[in-house]
């Protein structure tokens, strides 16, 4: 499986390019899923669900099927958190496997970058970063997209990874 990240500060444009690219990968015959970090606690079930349930009464794992999704929730009880190689070798195989987020790991990456935000760059310091998609003029060292170009920045990582 082919890996390419997106990464940046938060409010920079991350998961709207994440979307536009998978769309835009998938609409050129590729299997493609992701893998997104959250820095802060997220829970995907919702109170008073049976699934919620479990997890309250101590189940380390509930697996919730239906006709259209499963979904694996795992609970960590203070176990550290899932290195980025162990989460994508629980992953199906696919085409792609794009990653929002993981910022410090080293795969290939592109940062989403708004001026608006007022976050500095990461990738002048990151050369895992392999290009910048911004709503600003940049002058850098690496491929600079508009933001909104999602077809370039898909050529980009097409090329990138032989895809």
Same mark, same amino acid.
């Given at each position: 499986?082919?890996?390419?990240?997106?990464?940046?500060?938060?409010?920079?444009?991350?998961?709207?390019?994440?979307?536009?690219?998978?769309?835009?990968?998938?609409?050129?015959g590729?299997?493609?899923?992701?893998?997104?970090?959250?820095?802060?606690?997220?829970?995907?079930?919702q109170?008073?669900?049976?699934?919620?349930?479990?997890?309250?009464?101590? /189940?380390?794992?509930?697996?919730?099927?239906?006709?259209?999704?499963?979904?694996?929730?795992?609970?960590?009880?203070?176990?550290t958190?899932? /290195?980025?190689?162990?989460?994508?070798?629980?992953?199906?195989?696919?085409?792609?496997?794009?990653?929002?987020?993981?910022?410090?790991?080293?795969?290939?990456?592109?940062?989403?970058?708004?001026a608006?935000?007022?976050?500095?760059?990461?990738?002048?310091d990151?050369?895992?970063?392999?290009?910048?998609?911004?709503?600003?003029?940049?002058?850098?060292?690496?491929?600079?997209?508009?933001?909104?170009?999602? /077809?370039?920045?898909?050529?980009?990582?097409?090329?990138?990874?032989?895809?």
């Open positions: 499986m082919k890996l390419y990240g997106v990464t940046g500060w938060k409010n920079n444009g991350k998961t709207g390019l994440m979307e536009r690219l998978v769309a835009e990968f998938t609409s050129r590729l299997t493609v899923s992701t893998l997104k970090h959250a820095h802060h606690a997220t829970d995907v079930d109170p008073g669900t049976d699934s919620f349930r479990h997890r309250l009464a101590g /189940a380390s794992e509930v697996v919730l099927a239906s006709p259209n999704r499963v979904a694996i929730m795992q609970e960590l009880r203070g176990a958190e899932p /290195a980025l190689t162990d989460l994508l070798a629980r992953m199906r195989p696919v085409d792609l496997i794009l990653i929002e987020g993981f910022k410090r790991e080293v795969h290939p990456k592109i940062e989403a970058h708004r608006a935000a007022g976050h500095p760059l990461i990738a002048p990151d050369p895992s970063i392999r290009a910048v998609a911004t709503d600003t003029p940049l002058d850098l060292d690496r491929p600079v997209f508009d933001l909104n170009d999602t /077809a370039g920045v898909a050529d980009f990582i097409a090329r990138e990874l032989d895809l």
